[in-house]
């Protein structure tokens, strides 16, 4: 492949991406090698040219150390998406796999549980290693399990139980809320009970238990 068919190549590839997309080598790496079945190493190399040259030419933004930003055209003037919505997404999907979620009290606000904005987002991610830039204002945290797009809606709602003790949780009827989501969600009961006996306190697997049997009579 020739330099020029590099170049056309990877921002075709950019132009399938969504604008919130964090773009890093190792991601268009593994396109273009499994798009032209060229040896790693050299096409690794060729990418890290390239991405270099489309920062120079205002194609990209460089926004942390090896990851970069779209930069979106408009009438007005081109922009570069915020870092937190950028860093956000790279911390729930990697391509089309869910690796992170959204918890703690962002999630609490967002389930309607609190009313109280927090002042950053917090995320339980795979990639809760790796060390945000300091104005990006997501507080990182590991999961209990590694997160997949199988598990992640389970572990919100028991993030969200188990927080609702030390949260300033002002809903009505924060039970009712979270059986709520958890049935839009289809969540099975005996698999979220499951997760609760294996994963969290006793205390939130109790909690779980009477939150999804609220309403049944004996």
Do not use: C
């Amino acid at each position: 492949m020739t330099t020029n068919h590099y170049r056309q190549t990877i921002i075709n590839y950019l132009d399938t991406l969504p604008e919130e997309t964090p773009v890093t080598p190792a991601m268009v790496t593994e396109y273009i090698t499994d798009k032209t079945g060229e040896p790693e190493e050299k096409v690794r190399k060729t990418v890290n040219v390239n991405l270099a040259r489309l920062e120079k030419e205002g194609v990209l933004s460089r926004i942390a150390h090896g990851v970069y930003a779209k930069r979106i055209q408009t009438p007005f003037g081109d922009y570069v998406p915020g870092k937190d919505k950028i860093f956000g997404r790279w911390l729930v999907l990697d391509g089309n796999h869910v690796i992170g979620y959204e918890t703690g009290l962002s999630l609490m606000n967002q389930l309607g549980l609190v009313s109280q904005m927090p002042n950053k987002r917090y995320i339980a991610t795979n990639n809760y290693r790796f060390t945000l830039p300091k104005d990006v204002d997501i507080e990182v945290q590991k999961p209990r399990i590694p997160v997949t797009k199988d598990n992640f809606k389970y572990l919100q709602i028991l993030d969200a139980i188990n927080g609702l003790d030390q949260a300033p949780v002002d809903a009505a009827e924060p039970e009712a809320i979270i059986r709520e989501k958890a049935q839009s969600a289809a969540l099975q009961s005996d698999r979220l009970i499951l997760y609760a006996r294996a994963l969290y306190p006793t205390e939130t697997l109790k909690k779980t238990i009477d939150i999804m049997l609220g309403g049944i009579a004996l």
